[in-house]
């Protein structure tokens, strides 16, 4: 069965591809010959998720699934969240959000944060159906391994003594919070 990943994210498309296997074959935006922008304006993850699931499923009205996710850090009020990719403005790359959350983090003593991540899957005109993942972890003060993406490098889930950066992709996949909204939406599919 073919479903659209609202995305042109390689590193979230080998992400997601390697859970769902050879079950279902994931076209992204680029397959489908999308290069538009998705508006992305909502205050909540499960709102935005739910937004760009929409856009393409009027445009194409094929099934499709879109995600977002937000890193909530306690002492921030759960900052950066919907506004992680964002955090250190508009055009920011991922190290300037790393920097500036490790600033806005010095000296403080509780660096507990989470990844959330909202999957929201549309396959009919009048349902959206609604997959989530967490992790609980702290941001470490430096900077440790070259893997992943984003936050990774400072993020250490709890329970384990490397950071996502420091795991192999199929560890990470194994615990994360994408990867965890990825099994529910899988197992859902799979009972179509
Ligand atoms: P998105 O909604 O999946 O695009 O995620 C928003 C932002 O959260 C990204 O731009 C990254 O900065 C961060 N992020 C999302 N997932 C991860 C992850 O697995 N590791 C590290 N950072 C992530």
New binding site residues.
């Given amino acids: 069965m073919e479903i659209i990943f609202a ?1 042109n ?1 390689a ?2 498309l080998e ?1 997601i591809q390697a859970i769902v296997g050879s079950h279902f074959k994931l076209l992204s935006l680029n397959d489908i010959g999308f290069n538009e922008e998705i508006p ?1 304006t909502q205050p909540t ?1 499960e709102g ?2 739910l937004q760009k699931a929409e856009y393409i499923f009027e445009r194409f009205n094929k099934p499709v699934f879109a ?5 909530e850090v306690k002492v921030l009020n759960g900052e ?1 969240g919907v506004y ?4 250190a403005g508009p055009n920011c790359s ?1 190290s300037d ?1 790393v920097n500036l959350l490790l600033q806005n983090l010095k000296s403080k003593k509780d660096r507990s944060a989470r ?1 959330k ?1 909202v999957i929201a899957l549309k396959m009919s005109a009048h349902k959206s159906e609604f997959f989530e993942g967490k992790i609980d972890g702290v941001i470490t003060e430096k900077l440790s391994g070259k893997g ?5 490098p400072i ?1 250490l889930p709890v329970g384990f003594k490397e950071t ?2 420091e795991m192999s992709p199929q560890a ?1 996949n194994e615990i ?3 990867g965890l909204a990825t099994q529910k939406l899988v197992n859902f599919l799979k009972t179509l």
Avoid at 84 to 87: D, E, G, I, K, W
Avoid at 148 to 152: C, E, I, L
Wanted: proline share 3%; no cysteine; net charge negative.
């Fill in positions: 995305t994210n590193h979230k992400e992305e993850i935005n998720a995600d977002d996710t937000g890193l950066p992680s990719a964002r955090y991922f959000n990844f991540t992943g993406f984003g936050y990774d993020f996502f950066s990470k994360s919070h994408r």
